[in-house]
């Protein structure tokens, strides 16, 4: 079923030009957008179904910086700082609030891992708590067992997938902006090689700049501009219970289960990294370049089902731009749900926590987690096709760093002071051996 999400009213018309075209209204699309509008660009939200209703509705809600990658700290640290000035400044709720995240562990060589991270965290002026067994237990008081240590984020949070990238459209709409929905964009055309239209179901504007932010469709898309961008899903089930009794935690993880409270009271449940690999072909295409990435977690993922080849978001196909496309097919990716899946993870929650026993399932849903071979997400301008940036592959860390990374396109577009160094994050850094030959970028 699909997750719970808030619709935003929007215009059907489709300007016949814009300063910048936005494909994917995700989390990242829509910061972008309402960051190139804020400068006063006229720009164009296209979405294939309904704003967030794809992976951005479908995750946890963690905003953290607690066990970043080096390269991606900076962004998520930038995007704590914009999910708070989002709110004060456009009067939009997105559910943003710095309630501190808690890891509890049992594990020594866990806690050795996060001891480590933060030592690291210190030299760029980042707290982070480790906990000893007692103060893990007074922080871990709800789930009524002793730990032997964990760790508390004081200063990360969470917001509110089911309201965050419709409170982000709607502050876009005001600043004058055009979403469309239900409105896939098929391809682009160029001039002199550089980018000068986006060419969609409904018809074509002409723009200089076009931002990718497709989530998992992303690799089939640049596909069609001759442009190999190595990605691939994962097929992640979680739930939602009503609210329970007691002094539950606002977002409590460990290694058997993760908890989130929900804007409604009630709790968001999963199993950190579990998730099934549906074969598609470009699963395939890619496999060398991700068996590492598999090879790491082969204790959490299991082999999936044809599920992504009737998706389509993975196919090696060639559309053409007259024609409907995979993704007039499939407007909104709502993958069918691993129930194994959930009853594990319903079982584990309410052993750690008891006050969520004879808490119901409110709400159970799947969707696809797209990843680059180094967990890192591809925001950066192409040379194939000046004028194209794709912003894609955030494995699963997107919502959390959305608003940095919206804040970073709307630079790049526009040749701005970055907010933090870009070149960790373009995508040519796949060309090197490590990854393989991938050719264009």
């Known amino acids: 079923m699909p997750a719970p999400l808030m619709l935003v009213e929007s215009p059907e018309e489709l300007p016949r030009s814009a300063d ?13 957008a309402y960051y190139l509008a804020k400068r006063g660009m006229k720009v164009v939200l296209l979405e294939k179904g309904r704003v ?21 700290l900076p962004m998520a640290t930038k995007s704590l700082d914009l999910w708070e000035e989002f709110g004060q400044e456009s009067g939009e709720d997105t559910g943003f609030r710095r309630c501190g995240l808690l890891y509890l562990s049992n594990s020594e060589e866990e806690l050795a891992g996060w001891a480590r991270w933060r030592d690291f965290a210190r030299t760029v002026g980042v707290t982070t708590h480790m906990l000893d067994s007692v103060a893990a237990a007074e922080r871990g008081v709800a789930t009524g067992r002793t730990w032997m240590g964990g760790v508390f984020s004081p200063s990360d949070g969470t917001a509110d997938p089911s309201r965050a990238a419709p409170a982000v459209a709607r502050a876009f709409l005001k600043l004058g902006g ?13 001039e002199g090689g550089r980018l000068s239209a986006v060419v969609t179901e409904h018809g074509t504007i002409r723009t200089a700049t076009a931002i990718l932010s497709g989530g998992a469709w992303a690799s089939s898309f640049c596909r069609q501009l001759g442009i190999r961008f190595p990605q691939v899903s994962i097929r992640s089930s979680i739930l939602s219970v009503a609210p329970g009794e007691g002094l539950l935690p606002e977002a409590l993880h460990t290694a058997r289960v993760s908890a989130t409270r929900r804007s409604d009271g009630g709790f968001t449940l999963a199993i950190s990294g579990r998730g099934r690999v549906d074969p598609t072909a470009q699963q395939i295409c890619f496999a060398a370049q991700f068996l590492p990435m598999f090879i790491r977690r082969w204790r959490s993922l299991s082999p999936g089902s044809l599920e992504g080849l009737r998706s389509g978001h993975e196919s090696l196909a060639r559309w ?16 069918t749900v691993d129930y194994g899946t959930i009853r594990l993870t319903y079982e584990r929650a309410t052993e750690l926590l008891p006050a969520l026993k004879g808490c119901g399932i409110t709400a159970s849903w799947a969707g696809y987690v797209d990843s680059t071979p180094d967990g890192v997400p591809a925001i950066g301008e192409t040379p194939v096709v000046p004028g194209f940036i794709l912003a894609a592959g955030f494995s699963g860390h997107g919502f959390g760093i959305g608003p940095g990374a919206g804040h970073l396109i709307a630079d790049i577009a526009t040749g701005s002071e970055p907010l933090v160094d870009p070149r960790p994050y373009h995508p040519n850094r796949f060309l090197s051996s490590a990854w393989g030959n991938v050719a264009d970028f």
């Not at 967030?52 to 990658?69: I, L, P, T």
Request: proline share 5%; net charge positive; aromatic share 4%.
């Open 20 to 32: 910048a075209v936005i494909i994917g209204a995700g989390i990242v699309g829509v910061f972008a």
């Open 178 to 190: 055009t979403v469309r929905q239900n409105c896939a964009a098929r391809g682009i055309e160029t």
């Open 320 to 335: 053409r731009l007259d024609r409907p496309t995979p993704m007039e097919h499939m407007r909104i990716l709502d993958p």
């Open 52 to 72: 967030g209703a794809e992976q951005s509705s479908r995750n946890w809600g963690w905003c953290r910086q607690q066990n970043r990658d080096a390269r991606e």
